[in-house]
């Protein structure tokens, strides 16, 4: 099994950029289709990102609301998953989580990973 931790979120205004990081231990990220998910106070846990094991662009997906401000990436000598995050808004502000499902799972459902991080607090200021 894998262990993730994420890091990276903080304090930032309207406009500005995060680069968040899921360093894994126990197994290489690029055993699994990896992802990043998001929370906001009082709403569902939201699909953010995905990244098949076998990455290339074309083995990347994103949901509507961060296509082409957010990049999902993985190196794999550091065993470990980012997203940059560009252009950020108010609405981005969430616990942003990495998770890890078996290769060919990778989808916009929570309920398809196995392995979830503890979270890093994103907070974009108007």
């Known amino acids: 099994q894998v262990q993730l931790v994420e890091s990276g979120g903080g304090l930032v205004q309207t406009g500005g950029s995060l680069r968040l990081s899921c360093a894994a231990s126990?197994?290489?990220?690029?055993?699994?289709?990896m992802a990043w998910f998001r929370q906001a106070p009082g709403k569902e846990r939201e699909f953010v990102a995905w990244?098949?094991?076998?990455?290339?662009?074309?083995?990347?997906n994103y949901a509507d609301s961060v296509k082409g401000r957010f990049t999902i990436s993985r190196d794999n000598a550091k065993n470990t998953l980012y997203m940059q995050m560009n252009s950020l808004k108010p609405e981005d502000t969430a616990v942003y989580y990495c998770?890890?499902?078996?290769?060919?799972?990778?989808?916009?459902?929570?309920?398809?990973?196995?392995?979830w991080g503890q979270g890093t607090q994103v907070t974009v200021s108007s």
């Open positions: 990244l098949r094991w076998r990455w290339s662009p074309l083995n990347t």
């Open positions: 126990g197994r290489a990220v690029s055993s699994y289709d």
């Open positions: 998770a890890a499902a078996s290769r060919g799972s990778a989808s916009s459902s929570k309920n398809n990973y196995t392995y």
